[in-house]
């Protein structure tokens, strides 16, 4: 593309026709990306614990015309991540991007206090099955010709917090992990990117959003003085996942009010 076809075709967050997974689809911020990548004209896989939830989300999607599977099941279970890549190789033949957005944050203490199996836990989910579906997905990105991962990490991927200390190592890890699958996977045209949002409108923080002292203490941290919605995030996950960002591997984008510049 030269300079002046952006006069008459400047870039957007359409993904027409491609075939994208999304992981924890089912709620919070899943089930938004879902929504916006399905507007944003992809063929979306649904995964997640919920069938039920799953169902819900599917159904709306397809009122609007929307190309939606659904697979319900843990991305911590080996079997459930072969089943998937497994169906998406015979529903469409490929896999043009991969959403890592399932991710867990159960517990809030000290680190010492931290039970050993808690810690196992939240870096199995976290960081573990992100580098699972990763692995499998790579040869569906192979048979597109290229494609795109988005991680969702956090703004403790990079900013330390008491009392997250799992979550924090987790959310570090799969920034490392975006980072070197990028070098590694870049000559395949396959990029891989993160996004790291700060505190989101969703049910894994509602616990510290409705405390007085951390909700104090977090909006005082976020320059912007606010919590984000689901739907300010999607734009930028978006925007990774497609042709805008194709210059771009290895990165991560925060979209977290102001908290890395404070």
Avoid at 50 to 68: H, N, P, Y
Avoid at 71 to 83: E, H, K
Avoid at 84 to 90: A, L, P, S, V, Y
Wanted: net charge negative.
């Amino acid at each position: 593309m030269n300079d002046s076809s952006l006069l008459v075709q400047p870039p957007d967050l359409r993904l027409d026709g491609k075939v994208v997974w999304i992981t924890g689809a089912s709620r919070g911020l899943g089930r938004t990306l879902a929504f916006a990548f399905a507007g944003a004209g992809a063929e979306v896989l649904l995964s997640a614990r919920s069938a039920d939830a799953l169902a819900d989300v599917a159904a709306e999607i397809g009122r609007t015309g929307g190309v939606v599977e659904v697979i319900a099941g843990s991305i911590a279970d080996p079997d459930v991540v072969v089943r998937t890549t497994e169906f998406i190789g015979e529903r469409w033949g490929r896999l043009d991007g991969l959403i890592n957005n399932a991710g867990i944050s159960p517990v809030f203490g000290r680190a010492e206090r931290l039970d050993e199996s808690d810690w196992l836990g939240v870096i199995d989910v976290n960081l573990t099955s992100p580098f699972r579906c990763c692995c499998a997905a790579l040869p569906l990105f192979e048979r597109a010709g290229g494609g795109s991962v988005v991680n969702m990490s956090s703004v403790h991927g990079s900013r330390a917090h008491e009392r997250l200390a799992a979550y924090a190592v987790s959310k570090g890890g799969l920034e490392m992990l975006t980072r070197t699958l990028a070098v590694e996977w870049a000559p395949r045209r396959i990029r891989v990117n993160a996004v790291a949002p700060g505190y989101v409108e969703t049910d894994m923080t509602t616990g510290l959003r409705e405390h007085p002292r951390w909700r104090e203490s977090l909006l005082a941290r976020t320059p912007m003085h606010r919590f984000a919605t689901p739907a300010e995030i999607a734009p930028a996950v978006l925007f990774l996942a497609g042709p805008g960002a194709s210059y771009m591997t290895g990165t991560t984008l925060f979209v977290d009010g102001g908290w890395t510049a404070a």
